[in-house]
């Protein structure tokens, strides 16, 4: 049975995640996670491997399964909330290049009727808008095709303009008529703008934005009656007359002036009227059966109401740019950690809760205050405390301040297997199987040497002279993540090579979602 997904069915799914996102419902995080992927060096635990390091060659698939789906949670190390202001519908960025043929916009590009210059059978493949070198986005209307010049035009006028009205860009004459849609604002520029992807406003529907609501409101053709921007020339036939035609079909409103030459072949056409409510429409040329070499003309139908009326649709916005920067600004984010996955995550609950959590930032990672440490702590170290039962608790070193004396840790399955992280007996599984908490106790944190700060509470301490925020709350030298860990939903997860913060750097985080 022949079946598709259509292209809106694409373009829903993104606005429906954006929406999503932004709803005050939910909330989303970029997490970064994995401080030791099983670099030379460190323990190697379940999901790692000794090859996991630097090498991008050697970095493995993620895995999804819900086995994978906790240890990513586990060894999460923190996130960052996305916002309005960190999220984009974005679409191919197609650069404007003076003498270049551009395709110009159809409504009916096929598997048989391809797009003369890029060879699509899509219009979202085809090249049929430009942004310009000062960010402008414009679609392309006419490009000089026509049954005789299959190809169009070179363009050599860059489009500048701001006008509402679909204009030539130039006095070059060289057949091209663009229609302006938006700038791109230099905030989006800054976070979003790459050599692959041209950032679309969000909101377009109900933005408020002068400019953008302009343009909005003057594709509205139920408005203002201009929806059909074009008549395409694909055959100018013979004996007609240089008049102004009605555009018919399941419309109203449309009318098309022709240029004749002394043959009364259609040489030129002129949208006068655009019209309201097409989806086909047939110029009716008044021939009335008598002319024996008739004309071709087809009216080119913008999407919905027409053109700039509906961004998403009429430039294919199917993949949504997720921005995120990690920065020394939060205790949240610690500097002198590693991270080797990069993961989205929905909806996680504050930590001893059922509520969602809605912070702006977040750190999964417990928190120990330590004294008499008698040697540093390393990024994916494994440390250990037994505790007065007897039993011992494990973990791996995220972080280790050496200022404020806070390690930051993370508990995951490889700390309890007996056996090279498989279920394989061993006689000492009775003893590391369970996955225990630290306790407030005067029990060393081995292997250096130290000790809990027994008599520390609160969330800030002193360095010197500054009072220091720590980010959490501590009691008795111990503070909890801000998350539960095994909740939320990880909807997507990248395993990237051992990546190693640092105070002089910052990280910019991109993460492309194609639906």
Sequence with gaps: ??????????????????????????????????????????????????????????????????????????TGLFGNKITNANIRRVVRKVQWTANTRYDMFRHDYSAINLSPNSQSARLYDSNYYVINSDFRVYICIENGSSGTNLLGNTSKDEPTFTDLEPRAAG??????????????????????????????????ATSTDFQIQSVRESGDSSINLNQIKTVYIADGGSGYSSKTYNIIGDGIGGKVSV????????????????????????????????????????????????????????????????????????????????????????????????????????????SIKVTNVTSTPTVGAAISQTRADGNVARGYVASYDIETKVIKYYQDRSLSFANSNDHTDANTVSTRGKLLSFESTSQAITPFGGSIDLNYQGITTTIGSKQVSLGVTFTGGLANPEINKNTGDIIYIDNRSLISRDSRQKEDVKIILEF
């Design 171 to 204: 006095t070059s004459g060289d057949g091209y008529v663009w229609k302006y849609l938006f700038t791109v604002a230099p905030s989006d520029i800054i976070k979003f703008d790459s050599t692959e992807y041209i950032a679309l406003p969000n909101d377009w």
């Design 259 to 366: 240029t004749c030459d002394s043959s009364g072949k259609i040489t030129d056409t002129v949208v006068v009227s655009g019209g309201s409510g097409y989806t086909f429409g047939i110029v009716d040329l008044e021939s009335s059966g008598t002319v024996s070499n008739p004309a071709k003309l087809i009216p080119i139908i913008p999407p919905s109401r027409g053109h700039g009326y509906d961004l998403y649709s009429e430039l294919g916005a199917d993949k949504v740019l997720i921005y995120s920067r990690f920065d020394d600004s939060t205790k949240d984010f610690p500097i002198d950690t590693s991270f080797a996955q990069v993961g989205i995550i929905k909806n996680p609950e504050a930590y001893n809760s059922s509520t969602v959590y809605k912070n702006n930032t977040y750190t999964s990672l417990g």
């Design 1 to 74: 049975m022949a079946a598709i997904v259509t292209d809106q069915f694409r373009i829903s799914n993104a606005n429906n995640f954006v929406d999503s996102v932004l709803s005050n419902d939910n909330s989303y995080y970029v997490f970064l996670g994995l401080a030791n992927p099983g670099s030379s060096g460190n323990p190697v635990g379940f999901g790692r491997s000794t090859t996991w390091d630097a090498s991008a060659s050697v970095t493995p698939n993620p895995i999804d399964n819900f086995q994978y789906l906790s240890h990513y949670r586990n």
